[in-house]
Nanobody, 122 residues
Framework: VQLVESGGGLVQAGGSLRLSCAASGLTFSSYAMGWFRQAPGKEREFVAGITRYGTNIYYADSVRGRFTISRDNAKKTVYLQMSSLKPEDTGVYYC????WGSGKANEDYDYSGQGTQVTVSS
């Protein structure tokens, strides 16, 4: 199983980025998908999750209204559209896959990617 994130970079506060996570080696539609992030010196935290067909979506309070998670099962890809970015959004962003999962924050996700760096300057 491989999860490969892309789309990170350096952006000014108030800007936008779109992250992608391409999956291979798994039956993508059998997995709920999530995005997590880890800032320097902090624990990894849940950002957003989406169920297998996008029926249910969950967000951390800190990103609700600014970030949008979506998925394309035909392309085996999950996306995270990030807008109105803040310096506190800086971190490494990881996607994760959870077999038959709920997409919620407290699930034990089965697989995770290597991450993509997002840096928001003030």
């Amino acid at each position: 199983v491989q999860l490969v994130e892309s789309g990170g970079g350096l952006v000014q506060a108030g800007g936008s980025l779109r992250l992608s996570c391409a999956a291979s080696g798994l039956t993508f539609s059998s997995y709920a998908m999530g995005w997590f992030r880890q800032a320097p010196g902090k624990e990894r935290e849940f950002v957003a999750g989406i169920t297998r067909y996008g029926t249910n979506i969950y967000y951390a309070d800190s990103v609700r209204g600014r970030f949008t998670i979506s998925r394309d099962n035909a392309k085996k890809t999950v996306y995270l559209q990030m807008s109105s970015l803040k310096p506190e959004d800086t971190g490494v962003y990881y996607c994760a896959a959870d077999l038959w999962g709920s997409g919620k924050a407290n699930e034990d996700y089965d697989y995770s990617g290597q991450g993509t760096q997002v840096t928001v300057s003030s």
